[in-house]
Each structure stands twice: as structure tokens, then as C-alpha cells.
């Protein structure tokens, strides 16, 4: 995706050299064009936040909205310094934030684990600021927690998983694990974009490797 535009920087840009951004927040659609539910808050009380990056989001939102308990996902930018940035801004590498996905669950019907498990292999997290073929920090591995609940399990879940991938030869996880700030949404054509163009362009792909998270029964 972002090689399009030429965006091939691999090093963090620093807060004080950040694009500024704008106020503006990104019109985006009222409903979901596969779910059918609200892109945008306010969401039920009952429902839970998780937010991801791994790698394009075209292909990383299709991973979660195919999964049964989410009621609702939503591309976006997080991670960086630089508010309501443009997909142009945030291929330049010069705002800081990754590719991510909102994914708002039901906890009843999908725990966070199982959010963790899908998380984990629909990427390979040692690839650093890349994703196969798409480079730059835009494509970075990341989990946003939004409670003490959702860090211990990321954390736990990335402990377990460098454990088999080391047994399966491959490095270091380079997942980026940090607190959610401000999820900015991405322009309206990247929502659902894998719907509306279903041989679009995909870098997802994972390991091969299973996680052993997201395992356990709901009723245990």
C-alpha cells in the first residue's frame, strides 16, 4: 500500500519533526458495509475496545470482521504524534503512526484472547517496521491496550508466542505493546475496503505458526 506513495522510512520520526496535523477529525461512514453497525462511538456498554497493527489494514480489518463476537471494526492511524492525518501523511512516515484496526467485540461471545490469538497469526510480528513487501514505520506490529486486563494478556500472549516461533526459527517479536491514545480513522474508501474491492491488493500473511492463546473456554 504504502509503497504506492513511496513511503519507505524505517526509522521513528521524533514528536518535535511530526507533521502538525489539522483539527479536522476524517468524515467517515455511519454503518459498517459488511456488519451493518455503527463505525463510529458511542457503542453499547457491554461492548469492549481492542486495537491492532499488523501490517495493511485493508487485509487486517478483513481478519476481524470475519470473526464471530465482533460487532464492528474500523481502519485508522494510531501510535503517532500527529492528529487526523491524511493515508498520504501517514505514508510519508513523517506522523509516527501505524496502520490499525478498531475492533469492537462482545466479550460474551469473543474474549480478548481469541482477538489476541487471530491478532498474532495473521501477521509475523519479528518483521520489525515491515509487513513482506510493505515497508516502513506505517507497517509496524502493534497492540493498544485499553485496560490492565487487555496489557496482561497482550503481554502474556506475546511471551507464549515468542516461544513457539523461536522453536520454529524464527527472531525476536517486535510488536510495539502500549497504552491506546487517539485512534484516528482512516478516509472512507479504506473502511471495509476488501469488501468493496475483493481482489484488492492484500499483505496479510502470517507465520504458519499457531498461537497457543485464546484457547480456553468462555465457561471455564
Not at 524505517?10 to 461512514?29: F, N, Q
Not at 502500549?178 to 473502511?191: I, L, N, V
Request: net charge negative; aromatic share 12%; glycine share 12%.
Amino acid at each position: 500500500m504504502g509503497w504506492l506513495f513511496g513511503g519507505n522510512k524505517t526509522s521513528m520520526v521524533r514528536r518535535e519533526d511530526a507533521l502538525p496535523g489539522r483539527a479536522e477529525t476524517m468524515p467517515v461512514p455511519a454503518r459498517h458495509a459488511v456488519l451493518d453497525a455503527p463505525l463510529a462511538p458511542p457503542y453499547p456498554d457491554n461492548l469492549e475496545i481492542a486495537d491492532f497493527g499488523l501490517g495493511c489494514f485493508w487485509g487486517a480489518e478483513r481478519k476481524f470482521w470475519q470473526t464471530p463476537g465482533v460487532v464492528t471494526t474500523a481502519v485508522g492511524y494510531h501510535g503517532g504524534h500527529t492528529a487526523n492525518p491524511t493515508y498520504e501523511e501517514v505514508c510519508s512516515g513523517l506522523t509516527g503512526h501505524t496502520e490499525a484496526v478498531r475492533v469492537v467485540f462482545d466479550p460474551a461471545k469473543v474474549l480478548y484472547e481469541e482477538l489476541l490469538k487471530v491478532f498474532w497469526e495473521a501477521h509475523d510480528p519479528t518483521q520489525g517496521m515491515r509487513q513482506g513487501n510493505d515497508v516502513g514505520t506505517q507497517y509496524r506490529s502493534a497492540i493498544y491496550h485499553h485496560s490492565p486486563e487487555q496489557q496482561k494478556a497482550a503481554e502474556g500472549a506475546r511471551e507464549a508466542y515468542q516461544e513457539v516461533l523461536k522453536q520454529a526459527g524464527y527472531g525476536e517479536i517486535t510488536t510495539e505493546i502500549a497504552t491506546a491514545g487517539p485512534f484516528y480513522y482512516a478516509e472512507e474508501y479504506h473502511q471495509q475496503y476488501l469488501f468493496k474491492v475483493p481482489n484488492g491488493y492484500c499483505g496479510i500473511g502470517g507465520t504458519g505458526v499457531a498461537c497457543p492463546v485464546g484457547l480456553t473456554s468462555r465457561e471455564a
